[in-house]
């Protein structure tokens, strides 16, 4: 397995796994803005992407703040791949790559439906609590945690 920055090869792979992070519940009202193709063209060289035998097993976008913080603003690992060492690998990259760019902190969100704030604490990741994805009109909530990890 390797990272590799994006090409414009992996842009109809990117969206499609993407579509994994949609909350189906929001869709219809509110669809993520991270799995739109136009956000993914817009961002295409924020991602990186985990190749195996030309097969794409993950992918991570990365985002600077500027303030000393880089953010995972997505990451996706299919059904099929998670177990088997690609999740920690993006996140094993994340860590080197914020620290190679002078960052102090890598942080990200993750929607409690995932489930995966357990993998991301055992990755090293500090659970700084629960907030809330609301939209009042639709009367929806969704808890997402927000996590960080000092380098």
């Known amino acids: 397995m390797k990272i590799i920055p994006a090409e414009r090869r992996h842009f109809e792979k990117i969206f499609e796994l993407s579509q994994l992070l949609i909350l189906w519940e929001l869709a219809e009202i509110n669809p993520f803005v991270w799995s739109t193709r136009a956000w993914i063209s817009e961002h295409l060289g924020n991602f990186f992407v985990v190749e195996h035998n030309g097969e794409v ?3 991570m976008a990365l985002k600077t703040h500027f303030d000393g913080n880089m953010e995972i603003d997505s990451i ?3 059904p099929e791949f998670q177990g088997k060492g690609v999740g920690k690998l993006l996140i094993d990259f994340a860590k080197t ?3 190679f760019n002078h960052e102090k902190v890598l942080s990200l969100g993750t929607f ?3 489930k995966k704030v357990e993998f991301y604490k055992s990755q ?3 659970d700084l609590g629960i ?3 609301f939209i009042s ?10 996590m960080r990890i000092i380098l």
């Open 124 to 126: 090293g990741f500090e």
């Open 97 to 99: 790559f914020a620290r």
């Open 57 to 59: 097993l993950g992918v």
């Open 137 to 146: 009109k639709y009367g929806h909530r969704f808890p997402y945690h927000n």
């Open 76 to 78: 996706v690992v299919p």
């Open 112 to 114: 409690s439906v995932y």
């Open 131 to 133: 907030a809330y994805y």
